[in-house]
């Protein structure tokens, strides 16, 4: 259960109640949306990962983004994000649990686990690696991203934000990231 409320559309007022209404016309509410509802200034902060999304997506393509923020949210062992993830790897037709990498794919799986595990951390040898592929800018764009991610990952996993229905039938499927284990906290 959330550790805040997640606001039904009559619970909400002014700019909140002005998203809500915005959402539900689009039939785009979510639990993580009706969480940030509590704020119209937070969610509209969180609203930007779409922008940063759209922008990766046109740089990497749509299949490359989905594998990368995949990487990004099982390696930061967010459940909802994560199932978000495997139902868009399910969606191109692939087995998330079984999945076989191109060499762009791994170097953009591998950059997304590097920044969740130790941004600090992110070695020479793989940016050299990018930046033969990408241009700065287009790096720009994916380190971006992977920002915009890790905080809607930490945003579902603090409040512990439920799970959406339609997401339920995967839930079986999540495996929480065990690489943190012996770290000391």
């Known amino acids: 259960m959330a550790r805040i409320k997640l606001l039904e559309q009559n619970e909400t007022s002014g700019a909140e109640r002005e998203r809500y209404d915005e959402l539900a ?3 785009a509410v979510t639990n993580m ?12 902060a969180y609203m930007a990962w779409y922008t ?13 983004a989905i594998l990368y923020a995949h990487a990004i949210s099982t390696t ?3 459940q909802l994000c994560s199932l978000f993830f495997i139902s868009d790897v399910k969606g191109l037709g692939l087995d998330p649990a079984n999945l076989v ?13 590097a920044i969740v595990k130790d941004p600090t951390d ?3 040898e793989l940016f050299d690696k990018l930046k033969a592929i990408y241009t700065d800018a287009e790096l720009v764009v994916i380190v ?5 991610m890790i905080a809607t990952n930490n945003f579902n996993s603090v409040f512990k934000i439920d799970v959406d229905q339609r997401l339920l039938p995967l839930v079986g499927e999540f495996k929480p ?6 770290i000391e906290k």
């Open 52 to 64: 940063s999304w759209n922008r990766l997506v046109e740089v990497i393509g749509e299949k490359d």
């Open 101 to 113: 990498y191109d060499e762009k794919e791994q170097l953009l799986t591998d950059l997304g686990r």
């Open 33 to 44: 949306k009706r969480g940030l509802l509590n704020d119209a200034a937070t969610y509209d």
């Open 76 to 78: 930061n062992s967010c």
């Open 122 to 124: 992110v070695s020479d």
């Open 177 to 182: 990231a065990t690489w943190r284990k012996g």
């Open 144 to 148: 971006g991203f992977a920002g915009q």
């Open 25 to 27: 016309g689009r039939n």
